[in-house]
């Protein structure tokens, strides 16, 4: 194993699938790129009557964040990686750019939202698996094990 993809959003379940994906790299002396996709419009209100509109969303600092933060994690393992800020289609993003780089494992998180939430809702990992052909390493943390044990 090469390269590992690691997927983040700033959220807990990323924050683990960070770590976790960083120590897997760390012992196969893999590089690592982070990516973090941002929406490609944003959805605004626009008067009374729940009336919205779209405005291509631009990217921002807010948008770097979550991969300034998984850099500097990389770092302080002494881990090699790069960052990629996207927009559009969360899963789609992560496949298209996996594919396009040739990276050996998806690294991604999961909130445990369930099969009924994440049927409704839709669900990052589950989308990525559907899509690609990689191998995908989906880390479920610690907030969902704790619901489902609950």
Same mark, same amino acid.
Do not use: N
């Given at each position: 194993m090469k390269r590992i993809l690691i997927a983040t959003d700033g959220s807990p379940a990323?924050?683990? *699938?960070?770590?976790? $994906?960083?120590?897997?790299?760390?012992?196969?002396?893999?590089?690592?790129?982070?990516?973090?996709?941002?929406? *490609?419009?944003?959805?605004?209100? !626009?008067?009374?009557?729940?009336? !919205?509109?779209?405005?291509?969303? &631009?990217?921002?600092? &807010?948008? =770097?964040?979550?991969?300034?933060?998984a850099a500097a994690a990389a770092a302080a393992r002494g881990v090699d990686a790069t960052?990629?800020?996207?927009?559009?289609?969360?899963?789609?993003?992560?496949?298209?750019? *996996?594919?396009?780089?040739?990276?050996?494992?998806?690294?991604?998180?999961? =909130?445990?939202?369930?099969?009924?939430? $994440?049927?409704?809702? $839709?669900?990052?990992? =589950?989308?990525?698996? &559907?899509? !690609?052909? &990689?191998?995908?390493?989906?880390? =479920? $943390?610690?907030?969902?094990?704790?619901?489902l044990a609950g």
């Amino acid at each position: 194993m090469k390269r590992i993809l690691i997927a983040t959003d700033g959220s807990p379940a990323s924050t683990e *699938a960070v770590e976790f $994906g960083l120590e897997l790299a760390d012992e196969h002396e893999a590089e690592v790129i982070f990516v973090h996709v941002a929406p *490609a419009v944003d959805v605004i209100p !626009t008067g009374g009557f729940g009336m !919205t509109c779209a405005l291509p969303h &631009r990217l921002d600092e &807010r948008d =770097r964040e979550p991969l300034e933060e998984a850099a500097a994690a990389a770092a302080a393992r002494g881990v090699d990686a790069t960052t990629q800020l996207l927009a559009g289609d969360v899963a789609e993003e992560i496949v298209v750019f *996996a594919d396009s780089h040739g990276v050996d494992l998806i690294v991604v998180g999961s =909130r445990g939202h369930g099969a009924l939430a $994440g049927a409704l809702l $839709g669900s990052v990992s =589950r989308g990525v698996l &559907r899509e !690609t052909r &990689r191998p995908v390493l989906v880390v =479920r $943390g610690l907030a969902a094990v704790a619901a489902l044990a609950g």
